[in-house]
Structure formats: C-alpha cells, structure tokens
Nanobody, 118 residues
Framework: VQLQASGGGLVQAGGSLKLSCALS????????VGWGRQAPGKQREEIAS???????NYEDSVKGRFAISRDATKNTVYLQMNNLKPEDAGVYFC?????????????WGQGTQVTVSS
C-alpha cells in the first residue's frame, strides 16, 4: 500500500483547508485509514481515523473542527479542516491500518505541510 498526501498550504487562523490522501496498491488489505500531524519539536500524533469495526475517532483538540472521510470509488481519504488555529500547524501525514504478522500496524505516507498564520 502506498499513500500520498496533498493539499497543505498557508492559511490564516479561522480559515479552512482540505487535505487529500491518495491510496494505491493492495487497497483490499486496508482495515482503516487516518491522519496524523507532527508539530515542530513534537512527536507525531494521530488526530483522526476511520477504522473498520470501530468507527470514526478524533483527537480532542480537533473534534468539531476537523472531519475525516473516505471515498472508496476514488481510493482517497480526506481531512476537512475548519476554524484552523496556529497550534494546528505542522506536517500532516495519512496512514493506512494493515494487518502485519498478526498485529494491526499503521503505514504512514509522506506528509504535507500546513501553516496557520495568526
């Protein structure tokens, strides 16, 4: 499975961006998809996911502002980000949850930069 995120950019605080993640390869092996972000000087954290049998989940700081969706016909995952705040800035990555040697593992793609000006 390969993942390619796009759609990042510079936006003013309070603005919106929509990120896209194109999936390719063994799509049928994907159990779930999601997004994470890494702020400068911090570790990468998961912020949104859609997992089969579990549902949709959001990290507390983005609840009510971000929305994850998946278009199976286009093999694409989206992250709609509204009311962006300066603390939302960072590199955003998409991931696919795969079964690897009996364990669920996240495979991460390359990121896309999001900058939020105050």
């Amino acid at each position: 499975v390969q993942l390619q995120a796009s759609g990042g950019g510079l936006v003013q605080a309070g603005g919106s961006l929509k990120l896209s993640c194109a999936l390719s390869g063994s799509i049928a092996s994907i159990n779930g998809v999601g997004w994470g972000r890494q702020a400068p000087g911090k570790q990468r954290e998961e912020i949104a996911s859609i997992i089969s049998g579990v549902g949709t989940n959001y990290e507390d700081s983005v609840k009510g502002r971000f929305a994850i969706s998946r278009d199976a016909t286009k093999n694409t995952v989206y992250l709609q980000m509204n009311n962006l705040k300066p603390e939302d800035a960072g590199v955003y990555f998409c991931f696919a949850q795969l079964l690897v040697l009996g364990d669920w593992r996240n495979k991460w793609g390359q990121g896309t930069q999001v900058t939020v000006s105050s």
